[in-house]
């Protein structure tokens, strides 16, 4: 893909809150940046269980989907939030297309874990889709509800979001992958946020707990990702702008980079 796509992963934590990420993207694109962004739902999903009167539980903070979860999993992030996401960026002037890691068979996983039910991780990515999308200028919304085999059968899977924006963005050779939060990044005992973090020292910097709780797998992705994308980054998504300044200078934030490749 050309060295200017941007990968975004995108979340309830941010969405809302102000946020100026639909904006950004569209001006990015008219910049001539391709944009991807893979969002997750994890919130609304929690709602409409709840509403339905299936109970959420987690194992290592990811969600165990059975097969009833399964279908409300699916409606919530391939149908209904995909879908307000696509229209939110058509008002902003975006030309949005929503697929899911389905479509196309993009986004290919497998169980390995199989007390979390229909929950997989990534087994490989088909970039085809989604580079035809780019090509055709669009702004692809992906939701992470992928395909496996299991057994004999082809089956819907659950897959972290985070996992999915990280494989998209090796698949297509992105330039940057980032992941939108609702803090700064990640910070030091002091509460300053860190601003640059070589790949190596992710697991050291999780092992004396200066990243810790639900940064712990967005550093983890970074790191993964930094083995073949200059820069993989964690930004406060609620902050006005934030994506737009990533085409800035100084733009604030946590770069997890692979000195290699700096």
Request: aromatic share 2%; net charge negative; proline share 3%.
């Amino acid at each position: 893909m050309t060295s200017q796509t941007i990968v975004v992963k995108i979340g309830g934590s941010t969405l809302g809150h102000s946020d100026t990420s639909l904006l950004d993207t569209v001006a990015l694109h008219e910049r001539g940046i391709n944009v991807v962004l893979v969002h997750g739902g994890g919130a609304e999903i929690s709602r409409w269980l709840n509403r339905l009167g299936l109970e959420s539980q987690f194992v290592d903070g990811l969600r165990v989907t059975g097969a009833e979860e399964l279908r409300v999993v699916t409606a919530i992030l391939a149908g209904l939030v995909n879908k307000m996401l696509v229209t939110e960026l058509l008002a902003a002037g975006g030309r949005a297309v929503g697929v899911s890691g389905v479509d196309g068979g993009t986004a290919r996983a497998t169980i390995t874990r199989p007390e979390l039910g229909h929950v997989g991780e990534i087994e490989s990515i088909d970039p085809h889709l989604l580079e035809a999308l780019l090509t055709a200028r669009c702004i692809p919304i992906v939701s992470p509800i992928c395909w496996g085999i299991v057994g004999d059968n082809y089956e819907l899977l659950n897959v972290n979001a985070d996992d999915v924006a990280t494989d998209i963005a090796v698949a297509i050779n992105a330039s940057r992958l980032v992941f939108l939060t609702d803090v700064p990044g990640i910070m030091d005992t002091n509460g300053n946020v860190i601003p640059w973090i070589a790949a190596e020292e992710v697991d050291s910097l999780i092992a004396v707990g200066t990243i810790k709780g639900g940064m712990i797998p967005k550093a983890r992705a970074c790191k993964r990702a930094a083995h073949s994308i200059p820069r993989a980054r964690i930004i406060d998504g609620t902050a006005s702008h934030a994506l737009l300044r990533e085409t800035e200078a100084d733009p604030g934030g946590t770069t997890i980079v692979n000195e290699e490749l700096a």
